[in-house]
């Protein structure tokens, strides 16, 4: 195990990962099945015919322009398992709440929500994210840690370009968000290395000598810049795309982990917030989610220095189109963000649309309607895992998550599942991600990632059941 990561070390920097990943969805210029349908359904296929401008041009939004449906199936196309995003109903309703949040922010406002930004973001808004979060998390979120971010993607930018250089060093999970993944090894050109792992997930014993090598070939020197010599990239609650949560015992050994040989690791913690977690009775609102990582580095230890960041968003909770996240981070990686040229110049971000936000949390509108959401994905997940444990061929592994966007599905080693996307997607008009886009290491090959929110139930279900029908018959051949 251990050879196979040190042979990493010896790969020309930065192109350790093979990025196989999003040859799928990331061709601009093909045009697919699915979108060809929707554009012929629609009586608008004149405009596949108007070159690529008039192709961009016409698109509403980004799955749509790689050719997939528009989240319900009225314009015929596929139905695709494949994004992590919320549907249609769920957009109308960011209509309303964004309405009221603008006329309760107008009536006080004098204009400086349209300025420049401070560095940290809206103050007001801040407040109330830390109000927010305390309350969902059932756990303190101190105010003077929070950064506001145009979303998860630019936290992560931000954190991986400023404080680190091309080739450094990024561990990773196999398998893990595909455009992390591409973003740190194609578009930063860093070192991307799979932290190892055995049975429950990371190899902690194993992890610790694959860190002690890599520090000794390193020459870094923390300064104020560059405080960490490496970053461990995570999704420790209701993974994308497993689903799983980290223990609480990996999550005191791997903060000690990083304390011990000074790295940071970076929470993408997106999907925290839609926690399925059943109270003691069934209708009682779904318990806060496992406590995110970013508590367990506490400030009362003696050795505490600042080894976690919590990447948060508004994508999954309210709607992507809004550009916005926060992160919970130690004070020396805000410094950094804040002193940085690409701050200085644009002041917060998203100054607009935090400044409405933050009316909308002070209504309580966010939260009446993450209640509405985790109580309806609930509802998907149940009855989507229902029909998967129900229809699929024997020996085929479905893992329910306690929370997150995501079921995954583990098939017999023999099955692959690319092949069977295929099939999928040509005779029974639905899709899914095949395990192996996950990984930097062509694993997984027989495994899926399906999501639940993007449809309403019955088209979900409905998919279920068409892939455990090609299953059967792909499992059988
Ligand atoms: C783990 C993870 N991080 C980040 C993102 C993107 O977040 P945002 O829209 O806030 O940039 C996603 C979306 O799929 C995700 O799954």
Redesign the pocket.
Known sequence: MLSQFMLRILQPRGRAVSLRLLNRYWKIDSISRGHRQSAVASGNAERLRSGREGRLAFFNHLFEEFGFGIGDTSDGSIITLD???PGKPELEGCIDILNKATQHRMKTENGYMFQYGCRRGDYKFRLQMSKFLTEEYDDEVDCGELLV????????YMVASMLFNRGDTVFIEDP??F??LEMFGKDLGMNVVPVPRNGEGINIEEFDKVLSEYQRASSHHPTEQRPYWSMVYL?PTF??PKGTCLSTEKCEQIVKLARKYNILLFC?D??NLLSYIPGEKPEDKPLPPPRRLFAYDKKTDPDYVGNVIS??????ILG?GL???WMEAPLKVLDVIENSAFTMSAGGWNNYTSAILASALELGLVSKHLLEKRKKYRDNLDSMYQVFMDDMPPGVKIFKPQGG?FIWIEFPEDIDTEKLRDVCEKEYSVSFVPGKSFSTTGSFGNCARVAITYYERDVLVTAAKKICAAAKTFCKN
């Open positions: 994004f992590g995003a971010t145009c979303g998860a993607t630019n936290g992560l893990s968000y455009i992390a999704i993974n994308n993408d997106v999907y990447n948060g968003s508004f994508s999954k992507p550009r916005i996240g966007f």
